[in-house]
C-alpha cells in the first residue's frame, strides 16, 4: 500500500505539531514580543540599577562580580523555567481537555510520543527566543564579563527543561481544581525564592540549603553563572549541574509521552 | 466480493469491570454507508474510537483497511477520517487555519494541503468564513468543518460520531446532503445516530446496538419488514385512561405498545385499526396514521425509545 510506505519518519511528523503550536501562536504575537522584551528590561533594571545601589557599590557576593553580573544569569534561567511551565501546565492540559486537539491530532496518523516531541520542541523554541533576548539586554547592561557568556541561553534552557515532570503530571489532571495555583504557590514560589537566585544559597541556613541542592532552578543559575563570569566551582560540579538537569528533563518527558499515550487510549 | 474495509469479530471493550462493548461483529464494504443506531450509552462512540485505531480492543479481533490497529495504528489512521461526537477544532486557529494545520499531520506538502483546504471550504460551504474565528461559528458550521477537516486526506473511510446532532433541521440536511455527495463518489461511510430518520436517509445497512450488544442488523427497510408492521396507529387517551384503555384495545393489530403518553398500535393497515378502535367505543383524544420506523424497531427490541 502507498500511503504506508510514503509515511514521512517519526521526528517529522512530531515537527508538524510544532508548526501547529507556532501558528497558534501567532494569534498572541504582540503579547508574546512585549513580555519577551519588557520582561528583562524591567527585571534586569530593577534588580541591577535600582536594587544593586542599596547593596554596597554594586559589589555581588563574588569577588569581583557586581551583583548585576551575579543575578542576571539567574534572572534568565528563572524567565525560561516561566516559559516552560506555561506549557507544561495550560499547554499540557488544554490539548488534552480544555481544546483537546491532541485528540484530534492522535487521529491522524500522529502518535502520542509524536505529539510530546513535538510540544517539547515547541517549548524549546518558545524558551530560545525568550532567553536569547534576555541575553541580548544583559549584553546591553554590561552584564556579561566572560567570552563563554552566550552558553547562559543553554544553561537557561535546560532549566526550564528540567521542569517537564510537570507536564506528566498535567497530563494525570483530569479535572481542573485549581491545582496549578497551588503547584506555583507551594513549588514554583519557593524554589524561586530559595535556589541562590538573587542571594547565594550559601546565605540560606544549612537546613533550607537542601531545597536549592534539589531545584533545577538552582542548578541553572549556576551553571550560567560559570558562563558569564566563571569558573568559580569545580568542573565536577558543573557537570554535575547538566547532568541533574538533563535526567531530569527526559524522565519528565518520557513520563509525559506515557501519560499522554494512556489518556489519549480510552 | 471486493475484501471488506473493516471486520469485527466479538469485540469488546471494557472499563474496568463493565463491558461497554459486549461482544459485536459486523463487516463493512467498500463504499457502502453503514450505521451504528442505538441510545445513549450503548456503546457506538466506544466502537467508533475502537476503528478510528486510537483506542485499544480488550478482546475480539478487528481488522481496519486489512491491517489490525493494535500493530498498525498510525498506517490505519492514514486513510481514515474522523469526525469526533465532540468537535475538537483548534479554536485558537481560524477557520482555514485548522485544515491547514491537520492537512500536514497526513505528511501532505504545504501546496497540496493549501489547495485541497480551499476545495474542502467550497465543499461545506464555508469559503467566505475563511478567516473567521472558530468560535463565531455556529454549531452547524463547527460540524461541516471538522467534516471538511476529516476529508483532508481523501479518506478512504470516513467515520462519523453523531454528525447532525443538536443541529436544527436546515442544518441537518445541508450535511445530509453533503454526505450523500461522498456517497455518490465511492467513500466508505460509518455513521452513529440516534436520530432513526438519519439513519433510514443515510445507511444502506445498519446495526442496531444496546449496552454493547447487537439487537439487530440490516438495511433500514428490511429490519422494519422483519420486526414491524407496514404502519402505525398511534391514539392518545390521556396519561390517566392509557392504561386501562390499552386492556380494551387487545387484539387490534398484530402488537401493540403502551407508552407513557400514548398506545402504538402495529398494524399493515392503520386506518383499518382506526375503524377497529371507533367499533369498540373507544375514543382517542387524537389518532395518527403513519408509516412503520425505525424508532419502532428499536422500541420492540429493546422495549425502550431510542431518545429518552
Ligand atoms: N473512558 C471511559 N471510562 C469509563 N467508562 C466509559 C468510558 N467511555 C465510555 N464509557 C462508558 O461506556 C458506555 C458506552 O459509552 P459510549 O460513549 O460508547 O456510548 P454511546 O453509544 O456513544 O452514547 P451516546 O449516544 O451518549 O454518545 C457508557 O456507559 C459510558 O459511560
Ligand atoms: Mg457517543
Given at each position: 500500500m502507498s500511503a504506508v510506505t510514503?509515511?514521512?519518519?517519526?521526528?517529522?511528523?512530531?515537527?508538524?505539531?510544532t508548526e501547529h503550536k507556532i501558528r497558534a501562536m501567532r494569534g498572541y504575537t504582540g503579547t508574546i514580543i512585549a513580555t519577551t522584551i519588557g520582561t528583562p528590561l524591567l527585571y534586569l533594571f530593577a534588580f541591577g540599577v535600582g536594587l544593586a545601589t542599596l547593596i554596597t557599590s554594586n559589589v555581588g557576593p563574588v569577588p569581583g562580580i557586581s551583583y548585576l553580573e551575579f543575578v542576571a544569569p539567574a534572572l534568565l534561567a528563572t524567565a525560561a523555567v516561566l516559559v516552560a511551565m506555561e506549557e507544561y501546565t495550560f499547554g499540557i492540559l488544554l490539548g488534552l481537555k480544555w481544546n483537546p486537539i491532541f485528540v484530534g491530532m492522535n487521529s491522524t496518523p500522529l502518535t502520542a510520543r509524536q505529539i510530546v516531541d513535538g510540544l517539547m520542541l515547541f517549548i524549546g523554541i518558545r524558551m530560545l527566543i525568550t532567553t536569547t533576548v534576555y541575553f541580548v539586554v544583559m549584553l546591553a547592561f554590561g552584564a556579561v564579563p566572560s567570552g563563554w557568556g552566550i552558553l547562559t541561553i543553554v544553561a537557561g534552557m535546560l532549566g526550564g527543561f528540567a521542569f517537564?515532570?510537570?507536564?506528566?503530571?498535567?497530563?494525570?489532571?483530569?479535572e481542573d481544581r485549581g491545582q496549578f495555583a497551588i503547584l506555583q504557590r507551594t513549588v514554583i514560589l519557593p524554589?524561586?525564592?530559595?535556589?541562590g537566585t538573587v542571594f547565594p544559597l550559601t546565605q540560606l541556613p544549612a537546613f533550607l540549603q537542601w531545597i536549592g541542592w534539589l531545584s533545577p532552578l538552582w542548578h541553572a543559575s549556576e551553571l550560567g553563572r560559570q558562563f558569564v563570569y566563571g569558573p568559580t566551582e569545580p568542573i565536577w560540579l558543573t557537570v554535575a549541574h547538566v547532568v541533574y538537569l538533563l535526567a531530569l528533563g527526559v524522565i519528565g518527558w518520557q513520563l509525559c509521552v506515557r501519560t499522554v499515550a494512556r489518556r489519549l487510549n480510552k | 466480493m471486493p475484501a471488506p474495509v473493516i471486520v469485527a469479530t466479538d469485540l469488546v471493550k471494557k472499563y474496568k469491570d463493565f463491558a461497554a462493548v459486549d461482544g459485536i461483529t459486523f463487516e463493512v464494504a467498500p463504499g457502502e454507508s453503514f450505521g451504528l443506531l442505538g441510545p445513549n450509552g450503548a456503546g457506538k462512540s466506544t466502537t467508533?474510537?475502537?476503528?478510528g485505531a486510537v483506542s485499544t480492543r480488550s478482546s475480539g479481533s478487528l481488522s481496519i483497511l486489512g491491517l489490525d490497529p493494535n500493530e498498525h495504528g498510525p498506517a490505519i489512521r492514514s486513510q481514515l477520517g474522523v469526525v469526533p461526537q465532540q468537535d475538537n477544532l483548534d479554536t485558537e486557529l481560524r477557520v482555514r487555519d485548522n485544515l491547514l494545520v491537520y492537512g500536514r499531520y497526513f505528511g501532505l506538502p504545504r501546496a497540496q494541503v493549501a489547495a485541497r483546504a480551499d476545495e474542502l471550504l467550497e465543499f461545506a460551504q464555508l469559503s467566505d468564513r475563511a478567516k473567521a474565528k472558530v468560535d463565531d461559528l455556529s454549531g452547524g458550521m463547527k460540524r461541516r468543518l471538522t467534516i471538511a477537516r476529516a476529508l483532508i486526506n481523501e479518506p478512504r473511510v470516513l467515520l462519523l460520531d453523531e454528525p447532525t446532532t443538536g443541529l436544527d433541521p436546515q442544518a441537518r440536511h445541508i450535511l445530509w446532503?453533503?454526505?450523500?455527495?461522498?456517497?455518490e463518489q465511492g467513500t466508505t461511510l460509518v455513521l452513529t445516530t440516534h436520530y432513526m430518520d438519519e439513519a433510514e436517509q443515510l445507511a444502506d445497512r445498519l446495526i442496531v446496538v444496546d449496552k454493547g450488544r447487537i439487537m439487530a442488523e440490516g438495511s433500514p427497510a428490511s429490519l422494519i419488514r422483519e420486526h414491524s408492521s407496514r404502519e402505525v396507529l398511534e391514539v392518545r387517551f390521556g396519561s390517566e385512561r392509557n392504561a386501562t384503555a390499552a386492556a380494551d384495545l387487545a387484539g387490534i393489530g398484530d402488537r401493540l405498545e403502551v407508552l407513557p403518553d400514548r398506545?402504538?398500535?402495529y398494524a399493515h393497515s392503520g386506518e383499518e385499526a382506526l375503524a377497529e378502535v371507533t367499533r369498540r367505543g373507544l375514543e382517542p383524544i387524537t389518532s395518527l396514521v403513519r408509516r412503520s420506523s425505525l424508532e419502532d424497531v428499536f422500541l420492540k427490541l429493546t422495549g425502550r425509545s431510542l431518545i429518552e
Open positions: 510514503a509515511e514521512p519518519r517519526s521526528h517529522a511528523r512530531a515537527w508538524f505539531v517537564a515532570p510537570v507536564a506528566a503530571y498535567s497530563a494525570t489532571i483530569q524554589l524561586t525564592l530559595f535556589s | 467508533m474510537r475502537m476503528i446532503d453533503r454526505l450523500y455527495r461522498l456517497r398506545i402504538l398500535l
